[in-house]
């Protein structure tokens, strides 16, 4: 039963990505509208998540405010699921007008000198296509780690279709071994580190959005063991289907920063860049949902 489940899935989801593999552009924003309207007032997908994150992170917003907000969150989600399909069958000179990385030459120096650099980005805007315009205008080798789906014929569509330009597609198990096979050559690792963390022993605490707030260890542990230097990608959507990436440098030494410094400074800077546009991030996580109190041993940061 479970195969011919996952079999149906599949392919409605062909059916799905060939009918926007075929929309123009406009086409498609009309039927993320409807997507949008239909998430939020029909099937009210994580409605409550949503409300429960904006009133956290907004407490001193009225009411209509936070529903304007809403919205917006919801057609944020819409653009990129359907941006996201439209992305497997873009050109390269489409990923590079609509994905437009102001600043590749950044990462030159590094490149030159054979070293590695982590790239830090946040569920902000389509960080989908990050992995796409990466592989196509910067000299860096991408190597994007990500959750593989539990339909396994999907996922294997996905990754076939992310690789395509030449980036590396890496499961999130096998970071550590990833990390040491590409150790000699200069590889770019793309990481979105803003979800809650799966082990919370293991998590670095601090003030995110107001709320006390478990981090990912993983960017500081592996920019601290290899070194890396970190730059944080900051996606800014400057129309429907058109965003421009620039990179800032977070840290070139990370070894020099005293423990959970390089936390904090891409959390603060995920926290600004969800001020300048609230309705960018992806309101859906149930980012406050383990608690200090579940841990036996207080973490002090």
């Known amino acids: 039963m479970r195969l011919v489940a996952s079999a149906i899935y599949f392919a409605l989801f062909m059916v799905l990505l060939l009918l926007?593999?075929?929309?123009?552009?406009?086409?498609?924003?009309?039927?993320?509208?409807?997507?949008?309207?239909?998430?939020?007032?029909?099937?009210?997908?994580?409605?409550d998540v949503i409300r429960s994150n904006l009133r956290c992170a907004f407490p001193n917003s009225n009411t209509t405010t936070l529903r304007q907000m809403e919205a917006e969150a919801y057609r944020n989600l819409a653009d990129i699921a359907v941006?996201?399909?439209?992305?497997?069958?873009m050109t390269n000179r489409s990923i590079q007008r609509r994905?437009?990385?102001?600043?590749?030459?950044?990462?030159?120096?590094?490149?030159?000198?054979?070293?590695?650099?982590?790239g830090l980005t946040a569920h902000l805007n389509n960080w989908e296509w990050g992995a796409m315009s990466a592989a196509t205008q910067l000299r860096h080798t991408p190597i994007a780690?990500?959750?593989?789906?539990?339909?396994?014929?999907?996922?294997?569509?996905?990754?076939?279709?992310?690789?395509?330009?030449?980036?590396?597609?890496?499961?999130?198990?096998?970071?550590h071994s990833?990390?040491?096979?590409?150790?000699?050559?200069?590889?770019?690792?793309?990481?979105?580190?803003?979800?809650?963390?799966?082990?919370?022993?293991?998590a670095i605490w601090l003030?995110?959005?107001?709320?006390?707030?478990?981090?990912?260890?993983?960017?500081?542990?592996?920019?601290?063991?290899?070194n890396y230097p970190v730059v944080y990608i900051d996606i800014v959507r400057k129309r429907r289907g058109f965003y421009e990436i620039e990179l800032q440098e977070l840290c070139e030494q990370?070894?020099?920063?005293?423990?959970?410094?390089?936390?904090?400074?891409?959390?603060?800077?995920v926290e600004q860049a969800i001020h300048q546009?609230?309705?960018?991030w992806l309101w859906t996580h149930r980012r406050w949902k383990r608690r200090r109190e579940e841990l036996q041993t207080t973490t002090i940061c």
């Open 277 to 280: 546009s609230p309705s960018s």
């Open 145 to 175: 780690f990500y959750t593989p789906l539990s339909n396994r014929l999907i996922d294997r569509v996905i990754k076939r279709h992310r690789s395509l330009r030449g980036t590396v597609i890496e499961p999130t198990t096998n970071t």
């Open 83 to 89: 941006e996201t399909l439209k992305g497997f069958t």
């Open 99 to 118: 994905h437009r990385v102001l600043n590749p030459e950044m990462l030159d120096r590094f490149f030159e000198q054979g070293q590695s650099v982590i």
């Open 207 to 226: 003030n995110f959005l107001g709320q006390d707030t478990p981090c990912i260890h993983g960017p500081e542990k592996y920019a601290t063991l290899y």
């Open 254 to 269: 990370p070894k020099a920063l005293a423990p959970h410094e390089l936390t904090h400074l891409y959390m603060n800077r």
């Open 20 to 47: 926007v593999a075929i929309m123009p552009w406009w086409l498609l924003y009309r039927f993320s509208d409807l997507a949008a309207f239909v998430l939020r007032r029909v099937m009210r997908y994580r409605l």
């Open 178 to 202: 990833t990390f040491e096979r590409n150790k000699n050559r200069p590889c770019i690792y793309l990481l979105v580190a803003d979800q809650s963390p799966s082990n919370l022993e293991r």
